[in-house]
């Protein structure tokens, strides 16, 4: 490793809340040498985020502490340094990109003056037309289109990848040394994380500024790193150079999560695939791991999560385990439309349509999991309501089994509720925060006749939840009670309260960490195969369409532009767009 740049040595970084002490940070140590990107990955809560927060020194003082370590900048430890030394090197020295940049900048503020103010901060003495010129340059230098007249734009005017690009244009105004990327893709389209990836490479070569990047995502992480740092429960389990992580990983955790990406999962009714150089002992019987962790990798072997990484391999169905292509179609879109009225004027006549969903046709076999991709306002999602009648049809037809929706009353569809429903993307905001999980669960149940008395739902949702993994005792806890993992499969318990035919899942892997992601598909296929259940599943990840579905449907700009077998329309598209979206996803081959 060559000079460092940045050197942690035993940082120690406690939270104190309600009188308890959390070990947020405990006794790590790595360093970033000039002009290279140290990646930090783990799951939730491993501490990587306050790690980095930590370093730039953000963390509430009344809140946070650090009772031992050094964090040394060319030598300097900045732990030492007073308020106004601080911020002398916030913004100059060391800038940092956040997660989500629309909760991040200012909707008051035009980016603008935003990016001319933290410019200004840091070089008093530079006038007005200094400090905008060097703004326009740093939004040209992220590829901003017409950077000039974007400068009195606000964050709401721009896009999701432009939001970003902005973020990293603030950030890089002051030409800092070290640059720290939070999740800086996490919420972004594959494309928009690929260009955005791609910039962030091309900055660090022209400028030579070192970078602190943290994903949970192993593809960005064999992008972007040169060195890996791998976090569990605020300790840093394994450190080096990225590619001897991620062929030879070490620890046990780090080996757990690689086999937890949905390339390295093996079908059930398939054997799991082991790389030839995996000499892996079972990690179950690692004496350093703590119970829980021992509990959670017995659910990954018995998954079948086995191996280190290997390379990008297009899965495909295991014969014998599911339905046949040509099998009667559950559901049948024809010509589908969904389109919203734009209005202007003073007596807001319709002026244009918004083509939200624009002639789409589309079958559904039963008993078949059907993958809709395509990146953010392409309509998918759009698409998914409109087929549940949670949005309602401009025109089209759709039918399950037979039975028409489109034209019916709220009255004539609650029978047919029963047959279709929907898994959302965040469960926090889709499930009543008011309600215990046994009124959420059992009160579809009474609506729809399921039950003779109240004695029996609770019984079928208690066994429901047994076959979520969860136990009984969850039925008489609130929504904040459970993580981020236990609230999806709450909000799948739900759906699959009313025993459906049909499910659409929209987006329900997109937050989580990946050893809960491959929980959930784990758990979604043994449903399938128990239910004979018939899935719409709503996503931008590839890597979860290769591994889940039997068909792959590719929307774009509010049309169907491919639709397959998934391991032909991802082994082989045909649509350019198809191929584009394909080459943008981050691979883990190295």
């Known amino acids: 490793m060559s000079q460092p740049l940045l050197e942690?040595?035993?940082?120690?970084?406690?939270?104190?809340?309600?009188?308890r002490e959390v070990k947020a940070v405990d006794d790590i140590s790595f360093?970033?040498?000039?002009?290279?990107?140290?990646?930090?990955?783990?799951?939730?809560?491993?501490?990587?985020?306050?790690?980095?927060?930590?370093?730039?020194?953000?963390?509430?003082?009344?809140?946070?502490?650090?009772?031992?370590?050094?964090?040394?900048?060319?030598g300097q430890d900045l732990l030492t340094l007073d308020d106004p030394g601080i911020r002398a090197v916030r913004g100059l020295k060391i800038a940092m990109i956040f997660q989500e940049p629309m909760t991040s900048l200012n909707p008051v503020m035009s980016i603008g003056e935003q990016i001319t103010e933290a410019l200004q901060l840091h070089h008093p003495h530079m006038d007005d037309a200094e400090a905008q010129e060097r703004c326009i340059k740093a939004l040209e230098q992220v590829q901003i289109p017409n950077a000039g007249s974007r400068f009195r734009d606000y964050p709401h005017q721009l896009s999701g990848g432009q939001r970003q690009r902005v973020m990293i244009a603030m950030a890089l105004a002051c030409e800092p040394h070290l640059l720290i990327a939070d999740e800086p893709t996490t919420a972004l389209d594959v494309t928009v994380q690929a260009e955005i990836l791609r910039l962030m490479r091309k900055l660090q070569d022209d400028t030579g500024m070192s970078m602190l990047f943290i994903t949970h995502d192993f593809g960005v992480v064999a992008q972007m790193a040169h060195w890996v740092g791998v976090m569990q429960q605020g300790k840093l389990v394994e450190v080096g150079a990225c590619r001897e992580v991620l062929r030879h990983p070490q620890h046990p955790y780090t080996r757990q999560l690689l086999a937890a990406l949905p390339e390295n999962l093996a079908k059930p009714g398939a054997e799991p695939v082991q790389p030839p150089h995996s000499e892996d002992p079972d990690p179950v019987d690692d004496d350093s791991l703590s119970d829980s962790d021992k509990k959670l990798l017995s659910v990954l072997a018995r998954a079948g999560l086995r191996g280190q990484a290997k390379p990008h391999v297009p899965l495909v169905n295991a014969p014998g385990t599911l339905p046949s292509a040509a099998d009667e179609p559950l559901l049948q879109i024809r010509d589908l439309k969904v389109w919203f009225p734009i209005k202007k004027g003073l007596f807001r006549h319709t002026v244009d349509y918004i083509r939200a969903v624009d002639e789409v046709s589309l079958d559904i076999p039963k008993g078949q999991i059907v993958a809709l991709v395509g990146e953010s306002g392409c309509g998918k999602t759009t698409l998914g309501r409109a087929v549940l009648q949670l949005e309602p049809p401009t025109a089209g037809s759709i039918r399950i089994d037979g039975q028409e929706l489109t034209g019916l009353s709220a009255r004539e569809l609650r029978p047919l509720r029963r047959k279709m429903q929907i898994a959302f993307q965040?469960?926090?905001?889709?499930?009543?925060?008011?309600?215990?999980?046994?009124?959420?669960?059992?009160?579809?149940?009474?609506?729809?006749?399921i039950g003779a008395n109240q004695e029996q739902r609770i019984e079928l949702a208690g066994q429901l939840l047994e076959d979520m993994q969860l136990s009984r005792d969850s039925l008489w806890r609130y929504p904040h009670e459970f993580s981020g993992g236990q609230r999806q499969r709450i909000g799948l318990a739900r759906a699959l309260?009313?025993?459906?035919?049909?499910?659409?899942?929209?987006?329900?892997?997109?937050?989580?960490?990946?050893?809960?992601?491959?929980?959930?598909?784990?758990?979604?296929?043994?449903?399938?195969?128990?239910?004979?259940?018939?899935?719409?599943?709503?996503t931008h990840n590839i890597g979860v369409v290769e591994y889940l579905s039997d068909r792959t449907v590719v929307m774009y700009k509010g049309k169907i532009v491919e639709q397959g077998e998934t391991a032909q329309v991802c082994g082989q598209p045909q649509h350019a767009y198809t191929q584009k979206l394909l080459a943008a996803v981050p691979r883990l081959s190295i």
């Open 8 to 19: 942690v040595r035993n940082l120690r970084t406690y939270l104190n809340s309600g009188g």
């Open 426 to 449: 965040d469960p926090q905001s889709s499930l009543n925060p008011r309600l215990l999980v046994e009124t959420t669960l059992t009160e579809p149940m009474k609506v729809h006749g």
């Open 497 to 538: 309260a009313l025993n459906p035919e049909f499910v659409v899942c929209d987006e329900i892997t997109s937050a989580l960490d990946v050893s809960v992601q491959a929980e959930i598909l784990q758990l979604l296929l043994n449903i399938r195969q128990q239910r004979n259940l018939t899935l719409l599943f709503i």
């Open 31 to 74: 360093s970033i040498p000039k002009a290279q990107t140290f990646c930090l990955v783990g799951e939730s809560g491993s501490g990587k985020s306050v790690s980095a927060l930590s370093v730039i020194r953000l963390l509430p003082q009344g809140v946070a502490s650090h009772p031992g370590g050094e964090i040394l900048l060319n």
